[in-house]
């Protein structure tokens, strides 16, 4: 469908696809999925349109059902007006379909954690990188898990912790009513407070599989979209924001200042490590959480620091995966 709309602006219904595995039936499912006609769309987008401030956040109801349907003199017609829209939906697009299936969760979340570590090791091809997983832990008569992953060389060890949550839409857009944005950031806030306990454990000697060293300790939560409110007016609310939630939660606020944090989308993560990979744990990390740049998004901060070697760090990881899907050679 994407690489015929990429050509073509119509698709005559009914239609059948020559490809092996894919019956007419599952055509039909696909259609039924993705597809409204286009009366239904005029209808869905008038209900999401907006003429004040948030005109351009306004969720476009094409992203949702990118495929529209009509009749014409010659029959019925399928058209996509933004091809890139389509590709989008049956890939990303599919969290939203699955989200609060049963059990999707914990399945989801293991998978992505997974796919830090598969990062870690792609990435890792020098060897430049002690790689520890996610380890069980007691203290007391409470059974804990430690941080997801951890990153280490002979200058610093990197903290990771994976989440899934997402930047709700309201949240993304609001531009005169920030309360959505705020609600938000007590996640992020939380997020911190988890990271930073489990890390207490672990300078107190409680982890099963790691060992205090006398080497600086980055914590990063990586996120699976960027949030983007770094760069924004809410840079100090974020700090308050994390600091209060530690007062309420009897951690000391100098982990902040002594391990500060990094937030930063599984995106910019991959780009993150390889830099690390390449020139080393604290050199990088040190750039990165400077007064300077603290507060900066990932990206610009390691652009900033490493105009020439960051450029480098877009790479294709896994190059198998994209021959798999393409049958091309890698």
């Known amino acids: 469908m994407a ?69 014409t003199n010659r029959g019925m017609r399928l058209v996509c007006p933004v091809p890139t829209y389509l590709v989008r939906r049956f890939t990303e697009g599919v969290y939203y379909d699955v989200l609060g299936a049963p059990g999707f969760d914990a399945a989801f979340g293991d998978s992505y954690q997974a796919y830090v570590g598969d990062v870690l090791r792609a990435i890792n091809q020098t060897s430049a990188l002690t790689i520890l997983a996610e380890a069980e832990y007691v203290v007391g008569k409470d059974k804990k898990r430690s941080v997801d992953w951890i990153a280490s060389d002979l200058t610093g ?109 599984v995106g910019e993560f991959e780009r993150l490590m390889a830099l690390v990979a390449l020139r080393g744990a604290r050199t990088v990390m040190t750039e990165k959480v400077s007064p300077r740049r603290r507060l900066w998004l990932l990206h610009s901060a390691l652009l900033d620091a490493f105009p020439e070697e960051f450029p480098e760090t877009r790479v294709n990881l896994f190059p198998e995966s994209f021959a798999e899907i393409t049958g091309e050679p890698p």
């Not at 005559?12 to 007419?24: D, E, K, Y």
């Not at 055509?27 to 008038?46: G, V």
């Not at 956040?57 to 529209?68: A, C, D, H, K, V």
């Not at 857009?173 to 705020?182: N, Q, Y």
């Open 3 to 71: 690489g015929h709309f990429l050509a073509e602006f119509e698709l005559a219904l009914p239609t059948s696809i020559a490809l092996q595995g894919v019956s007419n039936d599952q055509l039909a499912l696909f259609f039924a999925k993705y597809t409204k006609s286009l009366s239904e769309m005029r209808d869905i987008c008038r209900g999401a349109q907006s003429f004040d401030e948030n005109f351009v956040y306004s969720f476009n109801p094409l992203i949702r059902f990118p495929l529209l349907f009509h009749g």
């Open 157 to 265: 060890e990197i903290f990771i912790e994976c989440k899934t949550k997402r930047l709700r839409l309201d949240a993304k857009m609001a531009l005169t009513d920030l309360s959505p944005l705020r609600a938000e950031l007590g996640k992020l806030s939380e997020f911190a407070v988890q990271i930073y306990k489990t890390l207490v454990d672990a300078l107190q000697g409680r982890y099963s599989h790691w060992a205090p060293h006398n080497k600086p300790i980055y914590p990063v939560i990586v996120t699976l979209e960027e949030w983007f409110v770094f760069g924004h007016k809410l840079d100090t609310e974020i700090d308050a924001c994390i600091r209060a939630e530690f007062l309420s939660q009897g951690l000391n606020c100098e982990l902040l200042d002594r391990h500060p944090l990094t937030i930063c989308s």
